[in-house]
């Protein structure tokens, strides 16, 4: 079976022999791999009110675990954006009566940001969806391919120094 990238690693190995292209084949794969997840993700989270960024904030704070709270620097550092990034997420989801951002009982001069009950209920009907999405995308794979696809992305990441903490509370 070929793919796309296949066709173009051929060419390019036609046009430049001299050259290894051997990275092109996970890159082009990887590249093709977002644009067709991230549309299907996209239709998941637009059939709940949602975009991407609002859902990553919401399940953030989800999984933290009660209280549901986070700092904007836990978040920031949960989702690897800047502060200017997250501050307009969290202005939409605000806006929007799904979180609040309130001082630190610890620290006056902190903020916190917490999950409402509207922000809890809509994360609870949507992460359903999303994992069903995400099976749906995986469903070519069988469960050893998907566990060396996992092992292969950790080893790169980390190789890459992709590695942090817990997010700060």
């Known amino acids: 079976m070929t793919d796309h990238v296949d066709r173009v690693v051929a060419q390019w190995g036609a046009e430049c022999p001299d050259l290894d292209v051997s990275p092109m084949e996970v890159f082009g794969r990887l ?3 977002h644009r067709l997840v991230t549309g299907e993700l996209d239709r998941t989270f637009a ?3 949602l975009d991407a960024p609002s ?3 919401l399940a953030t704070l989800k999984r933290s675990g009660p209280p549901y709270r986070l700092t904007p620097t836990g978040l920031m550092q949960s989702a ?3 502060s200017g990034a997250i501050t307009q997420r969290l202005d939409r989801l605000e806006a929007r009566g799904l979180v609040t951002r ?3 009982d610890l620290d006056g001069r902190s903020r916190e940001v917490a999950l409402t009950p509207e922000g809890h209920a809509l994360i609870e ?3 359903p969806d999303h994992l069903a999405t995400e099976r749906r995308l995986l469903a070519g794979l069988d469960e050893a391919g998907a566990a060396a696809l996992v092992d292969g992305m950790r080893a790169m990441l ?3 120094g992709d590695v942090n903490g ?3 509370r």
């Open 125 to 127: 009907r949507a992460l």
């Open 31 to 33: 590249k093709r791999l």
């Open 55 to 57: 859902f990553d904030v």
């Open 80 to 82: 690897m954006v800047t």
């Open 102 to 104: 309130t001082r630190s």
């Open 47 to 49: 059939a709940h009110g």
């Open 158 to 160: 980390t190789a890459l």
């Open 166 to 168: 817990p997010p700060e």
